[in-house]
């Protein structure tokens, strides 16, 4: 009996083999198998993001939301507008236009004063700069050392509020040096060398565009804008006699 049994086992594992289904639906599985690997899509790896640089020094993908680059803004007023502007900060476009041809250290004091807003700023920044006057009209006869302290004040102006530069401005109205920018930071690095330059050349007019750009967009710390109540005492009243 023992016989008989493992006979009737080997031949069922023959028949197991030899059955034309198995076999079909073992190379069914196999032809799907291959159909699904060569549906199956080649997914690439993420590719490293390109970044560009806002006007905080952040850096920010494509420049904009939707792809574009990020717009510069203008300045308020032209490098050569010593007056200022017909508007209601005209009496401050004059004490800027004062100060920054009697006292550009005080001028330069209070532009840091606004744009930096921490104890002892102007102070600090005045006194270095009348510092650096008096030396370079003492030993080379006109303000060339104070250009090279003050200038960063104009990047970090330009940077804050998203500026237009005078490189990319020159490039805009020419188009002759869009070619030689590669990316952003050499952009930026080209923006820097502009605003030095225009600090050595024209000094008291870019400490008075400076401080216009300012009065305009930032309160000066020391004001207090929270609102005061004023309660004014009730009017004298008299009763009429009939």
Known sequence: MAGEDSREAQR???YEESSPLLKV??????ICSKRDAKAAPLVPPPAAEEYGWTADGLPVSHGSVIGEPIRRNQWNSGLFTCLGRNDEFCSS??????LGSVAPCVLYGTNAERLGSAPGTFSNHCLTYLGLYFIGNSLFGWNCLAPWFSYSSRSAIRRKFNLEGSFEAMNRSCGCCGGCIEDEMQREHLETTCDFVTHVLCHTCALCQE?????RKVLHPGFNAQSTVVVMPPIEQTMGRK
């Open 25 to 30: 639906n073992e190379n069914d599985g196999k």
């Open 93 to 98: 476009d004059l004490e800027v236009c004062l």
């Open 12 to 14: 069922g594992d023959e």
């Open 211 to 215: 401080g216009r750009e300012l009065r």
